[in-house]
Nanobody
Framework: VQLQASGGGLRQPGGSLRLSCVAS????????IGWFRQTPELDREFVAV????????LYADSVKGRFTVSRDNAENTVYLQMNSLKPGDTATYYC???????????????????WGQGTELTVSS
């Protein structure tokens, strides 16, 4: 499966932005899709995930209540709606796909087999 992330940009603190991850090349609904973020100072960090087959969602504590992940299987797309943005959300955001459905493993980057190219978010006044 190929993934294309988009939607990054510059926002002021408190602003909102929606990232998209479009998948192609395989049966999208069979894949769990995760969002991770990375900065030059930090390793790739789990942000959110929406599982295949029923769409269970998990969030990092740092984004819970502010970010919402959703999927549209008809459009082969997963969205990450980000509200109440903070400077600490500044990062390159990646979407990733995998077939693993075990909840305890979905926060780990190595669980995922396929990665998009990343889209950058800057939160600054």
């Amino acid at each position: 499966v190929q993934l294309q992330a988009s939607g990054g940009g510059l926002r002021q603190p408190g602003g909102s932005l929606r990232l998209s991850c479009v998948a192609s090349g395989s049966t999208f609904r069979d894949y769990t899709i995760g969002w991770f973020r990375q900065t030059p100072e930090l390793d790739r960090e789990f942000v959110a995930v929406v599982r295949a087959y029923g769409g269970t969602r998990l969030y990092a504590d740092s984004v819970k209540g502010r970010f919402t992940v959703s999927r549209d299987n008809a459009e082969n797309t997963v969205y990450l709606q980000m509200n109440s943005l903070k400077p600490g959300d500044t990062a390159t955001y990646y979407c990733a796909a995998g077939r693993n459905q075990i909840l305890s493993s979905l926060r780990t980057a190595r669980t995922y087999s396929y990665w998009g190219q990343g889209t950058e978010l800057t939160v600054s006044s």
